[in-house]
């Protein structure tokens, strides 16, 4: 609501009306503060019970756990190899409450694999000079003299020395092959590489390819740039033209592929027209020649039906495609329609005298022989008899594990310990805030306060005034009330010596603890081992009353009961789209008290302004009369 009283603030009387206004407004608006601390409260209150629940939800989770079997029925495998060496390079296992104790063999034969293709060959345009052939025609003959000139890797320079020599292009052994490998091999050596090095250590690779001369990366450097240059004197002319002889022109660079750039213009191999396409495993792909590698594998691998996984790799310079699934339905199949896959590394080809199907691949089934039984999955993780494997590398001819499962009383602590470690936090919690001091005199601060605070005191002060909200509420005493009374109680039908949880070793011990428990642990495993069947029905037993149910399965109930009074009371949560709790209505209901007193304040304020507006008026029309009364006295002398 909008107010257009015009404000006259003190011209004819001298009076300071903002500062007037501003103390009559204070005093009324004490009640709208009062109901904005009132609210704050109740947030407050809101927000610590949201706390506990979710406090109690895990408990709750955790209570349930303890109802399964597999919390207690626990086993450990111990074995090796038939060489006395660990089988866990080779496969682990984690058995389940269904595995059966006892002595397993266990032979990997194979393990379930990726469909996989990957690029034959680098695919990036190599730095390619001339055709010698075409150049020397003539004699048939290179000739190498003073053969020194520049390349740039990555920024770093060096001179190259290449040998003086003479190469026939046609007779075979001083041919284009052999200057590559001495080109090669001078341009390695230029950057530190030694022949003991091995070829591992090499920074480029030369080679033949129609007739022509290629540089480009070794397999192990294919991120680099590459350029060369002349040998330059000191007036910056090439000393020689050792470059020309070789078919490379000046400055001539080799660079990475760039996934974002037009592939057409990068590759080694043309992919022809203005369109290209391909098929894998049967879907089909179009795009412009003009588009970039990351534009196409964007496209394969958002199409979700296409099974494949596409990806390049910058260090060999390869694209790679894997299937999603493993297993021996896993498949690529490439059907190359536009030249686009060839100029990739995907085809047939002949590769010394054999056929290479470089356009399909197949996964494989993982496959062992569990005592003399032949068992085969499509994934290396599986569950068999209750033992959860997970295979890791095939096992060579004649290799073996042996283990054994036996029962595993330490897992079953460990389980039963993090039980209660959960429940000490959930009573303590709630202990803290039934117990916390009260400080009445510590209300909610107003914006105003604020202000006029450091922020150091801000906190200070609002510790004090959250402190003591929850202090002996009844729903959260009831709660740790009857979660006390569930872990401290016996559990009828039990045998004897396994009837509370005292009995195996989980006690209370200082009475100010408020129902803390602590855990004796050699006491504990001693019971496990003796009646593993016993304890877990201590926890899990479902009688038809209370007093035969579990420790676990009471926790369970009381809580499920408990966080639906919380929520009930302060809601589920900081997701919950709709809070209809019982605080919830609350807050709602006081805001919309603080917005009709907020609209009455503005009224009020107006209304003073109008007054105090009518006054100002009254004196200025006082004042005026006042002056013209004088001035008319004076006219006349008096």
């Known amino acids: 609501m909008a107010y257009s009283t015009m404000r006259i603030g003190g011209l004819a009387s001298g009076m300071d009306i903002d500062q007037i206004v501003s103390d009559l407004m204070r005093a009324e608006r004490t009640k709208v503060d009062k109901l904005y601390q009132q609210k704050q409260i109740m947030e407050w209150q809101k927000s610590f019970y949201r706390e506990i629940n979710l406090k109690l939800k895990s408990l709750y989770n955790a209570a349930f756990d303890m109802k399964l079997t597999s919390s207690y029925l626990t086993y450990k495998a111990i074995g090796t190899m038939n060489d006395g060496t660990s089988f866990d390079k080779y496969f682990s296992v984690k058995p389940g409450s269904a595995a059966v104790p006892g002595e397993y063999k266990v032979k990997v034969e194979q393990i379930a694999s990726y469909a996989r293709l990957e690029s034959s060959r680098t695919i990036t345009k190599p730095l390619l000079g001339d055709d010698l052939a075409q150049k020397y025609e003539d004699d048939g003959k290179i000739v190498i003299s003073e053969g020194v000139f520049e390349v740039t890797i990555d920024g770093v320079k060096k001179d190259v020395k290449l040998s003086d020599g003479e190469y026939d292009l046609f007779l075979g052994s001083n041919g284009l092959t052999d200057l590559a490998s001495a080109l090669e091999n001078a341009i ?338 001693e019971a496990i081992v003796k009646d593993r069947e016993a304890v877990m029905r201590l926890f899990n037993a479902d009688g038809d009353n209370s007093s035969k149910d579990g420790v676990a399965t009471r926790i369970y109930d009381i809580l499920k009961g408990g966080i639906q009074d919380l929520t009930e009371k302060a809601g589920g949560g900081e997701f919950q789209i709709y809070d209809d709790s019982i605080l919830g209505k609350q807050i709602k209901d006081m805001e919309d008290r603080i917005s009709r007193m907020e609209e009455m304040l503005l009224r009020t304020e107006e209304r003073y302004w109008a007054k105090f507006t009518a006054m100002e008026r009254a004196i200025q029309y006082a004042n005026q009369q006042s002056m013209w009364l004088a001035m008319q006295f004076s006219s006349y002398g008096y």
Not at 337 to 347: K, T, V
Not at 411 to 429: R, S
Not at 462 to 476: N, V, Y
């Open 188 to 525: 390695n050596t230029a950057f530190g590489w030694k022949a003991s090095d091995g070829d591992d250590r090499k920074r480029v690779k030369v080679y033949v390819k129609d007739n022509r001369l290629a540089i480009e990366p070794a397999d192990n450097y294919n991120k680099v740039t590459i350029t060369l240059s002349s040998k330059k004197d000191d007036e910056g002319n090439p000393v020689n033209d050792i470059l020309s002889t070789l078919g490379f022109k000046e400055g001539e660079s080799y660079r990475p592929l760039n996934l974002n750039a037009s592939l057409k213009d990068q590759l080694a191999e043309d992919i022809g027209g203005d369109t290209i396409s391909f098929k894998i495993n049967g879907k089909e792909f179009e795009f412009s020649s003009n588009a970039s590698l990351q534009m196409i594998l964007d496209k394969i691998n958002s199409t979700a039906d296409v099974g494949v996984t596409a990806r390049y790799d910058a260090l060999t310079d390869r694209v790679v495609f894997i299937s999603k699934e493993t297993g021996a339905a896993a498949k690529i199949e490439i059907t190359d329609d536009s030249g686009l896959m060839r100029a990739l590394g995907f085809g047939v080809e002949e590769i010394k005298g054999e056929i290479f199907d470089n356009t399909r691949a197949e996964g494989q089934n993982a496959r062992i022989i569990l005592n003399g039984t032949i068992i085969e999955k499509t994934t290396n993780d599986f569950t068999v008899s209750g033992i959860r494997f997970n295979l890791n590398k095939a096992m060579e001819a004649g290799q073996e594990a042996t283990f054994r499962l036996e029962n595993d009383p330490d897992a079953a602590v460990e389980n039963i310990k993090k039980f209660i470690d959960l429940y000490n936090e959930t009573i303590d919690l709630i202990n803290k805030k039934l117990s916390e001091e009260r400080y009445r005199s510590y209300a909610p601060l107003t914006e105003e306060q604020k202000k006029e605070m450091s922020e150091n005191d801000v906190k200070l002060w609002e510790e004090k005034a959250k402190s003591g909200l929850l202090r002996s509420d009844p729903l959260l005493s009831r709660i740790v009330q009857n979660l006390r009374y569930a872990v401290s109680s016996v559990v009828a039908g039990q045998p004897e010596g396994m009837k509370s949880l005292a009995a195996i070793g989980i006690n209370t011990m200082d009475w100010k603890e408020k129902g803390k428990l602590y855990v004796n642990e050699e006491k504990l495993r």
